[in-house]
Structure formats: structure tokens, C-alpha cells
């Protein structure tokens, strides 16, 4: 709820909190359209043995993922930057500042890829959007 919550106060609110794993993978799976953003802790991976990294890295279905409590996968992390796709935090809960950071980054390398005002680019089927905002999908627990 914390995440939603800042998330809320940046001023997205397509959020889609979800707290177990087959929840997160319904969706990725069998969503109609690919989601913007995932943030998701690295111990739901760990208990299904499944290595986050690695499904979302390579997903169609997942734009941009926020791995948070990497500590926990021994893996290090990786900074906030437009043109990425994988973001990998320490910390055991992401905070404002965080997410802040994070949602600056995606937006910012969305923009730079518009191809035409109102358009969504990275859609299949070029998807309109509000003039104030981008779509978000987030994914939370």
C-alpha cells in the first residue's frame, strides 16, 4: 500500500496492486496489452524459484520493471536512466524519492520516443492518452 500511496501523490493512479506471484503472472501472461511498469519485491521470485530478472528482462509484456530488495538475489544495482527497461533497487521497500526518480526516468524516455502528440508508440495499436499524463500500469505489492 505504501507504493501505491506514493505513487498516488506523483499523480498515477492506473495502479493494479497485487500481492502473489500467480496474480503477477496471470497478468503478464494473459493481459491484453503489454503493462508499463512492474515494481515488484525480489523475494516473491525467490520463493517460486523463479529468477525475476531474467522473465522480465525478456517479457513483450512488461515495459519497464523496478526490482526492489535485490539484496536478496545478490545481484547489483542498476541506476535510473530513460532508455532502460530494468531497474534494480537495494532497498527493502522503495521510498518517495525512489519512485520519484523512477517514474522521471520512464516518462522522460517516453517522451523522447513520441512519434506524434496523443500517441502512444510503444502499443501494437497506438493507444490515445490524456494530454497531462502518460498510461500507467503499475504492479504492486
Do not use: W
Amino acid at each position: 500500500m505504501k507504493i501505491e500511496r506514493v505513487l498516488n501523490q506523483l499523480g498515477y493512479y492506473r495502479i493494479a496492486p497485487m500481492y502473489r506471484l500467480i496474480e503477477v503472472l496471470n497478468v503478464v501472461e494473459y493481459g491484453s496489452e503489454p503493462m508499463d511498469l512492474l515494481i515488484i519485491s525480489a523475494s516473491l521470485g525467490l520463493q517460486a524459484r523463479l529468477d525475476i530478472v531474467a522473465f522480465c528482462m525478456d517479457n513483450p509484456q512488461v515495459r519497464h520493471v523496478l526490482v526492489y530488495d535485490s539484496e536478496l538475489l545478490g545481484v547489483p544495482s542498476i541506476p535510473f536512466g530513460p532508455q532502460r527497461k530494468m531497474y534494480i533497487s537495494s532497498l527493502s521497500l522503495p521510498d518517495h524519492e525512489t519512485l520519484s526518480r523512477l517514474m522521471a526516468a520512464i516518462d522522460t524516455g517516453r517522451r523522447s520516443k513520441t512519434l506524434a502528440a496523443g500517441k502512444f508508440p510503444g502499443s501494437s495499436n497506438e493507444e490515445e492518452i490524456a494530454s497531462d499524463g502518460i498510461r500507467l500500469n503499475a504492479v504492486v505489492r
